[in-house]
């Protein structure tokens, strides 16, 4: 039965994944990815970017598609990484992330601009920047920059992020989302079902030991 319930948990990731894939993005703007895939253990050996000893970095790559550029104002361009989760410590930026955008900021609610709805769960820290210079347009992809996210989860699981740039051709603004790997983090209602359930299965674990 454990092997059979791994099984479908396999599966039901899988299927997952390539529903998020199929979803894809409506063109290419700003658009951060995980840096190797996988998070990197802070620990006093090697400490994170922010200094931290404890939990796992997300190094994010932040790039800006050859076709776009940042514009500020009413229509500023923008990137969110949605239900992230509580970040450990400072966020930290490199490159035009850290000179020409705001300081990154948590939020429990934002508006997508250019993405499906229901992609923010509404119970999940986002991380969002807003830009605060015009950049370009561009001659080749934009590396914006690097940001860091430290978290208490070191498990992945399919996210999503969105964002906006104005178009180079037609000078309006355009916007995509797409799946984007984050912490692997319960919603505070599924984790309180999981206590409660577990609660629960420890008193019966408790009677049968009584009894016997």
């Known amino acids: ?16 994944v390539l529903l ?20 990197t253990a802070c620990s006093v050996a090697t400490p994170c970017h922010n200094g931290s000893t404890v939990g796992w970095e997300y190094d994010y790559d932040v790039m800006l598609d050859n076709t776009q550029y940042i514009n500020t104002g009413i229509n500023a361009a923008f990137y969110t990484i949605y239900d992230f989760g509580a970040v450990i410590g400072s966020i930290v930026t490199t490159g035009l ?3 020409d955008f705001s300081a990154p900021v948590q939020n429990l609610i934002d508006t997508p601009a250019f993405s499906q709805s229901g ?37 992945t699981t399919p996210i999503r992020y969105d964002g ?20 692997s983090i319960p919603e505070p209602a599924t984790a309180g079902l999981f206590l409660i359930g577990l609660a629960g ?6 009677k ?5």
Do not use: K
């Open 164 to 183: 906006q740039a104005t178009s180079d051709t037609v000078h309006t603004v355009t916007g995509d989302t797409g799946p984007i790997l984050g912490p």
């Open 97 to 99: 992330l850290s000179t």
């Open 20 to 39: 998020m894939g199929v979803a894809g993005t409506a063109s290419a703007n700003i658009v951060p990815s995980l840096v190797g895939g996988a998070p």
């Open 119 to 155: 992609i923010d769960s509404g119970n999940l820290l986002n991380v969002r920047q807003t830009a605060t210079t015009n950049i370009g347009p561009n001659v080749g992809s934009t590396d914006l920059g690097n940001i860091y996210l430290v978290s208490a989860q070191g498990l």
């Open 1 to 16: 039965m454990a092997n059979l319930n791994l099984r479908r948990s396999l599966w039901a990731s899988l299927f997952l």
């Open 201 to 206: 299965a420890l008193a019966v674990g408790r």
């Open 208 to 212: 049968r030991a009584t009894r016997s």
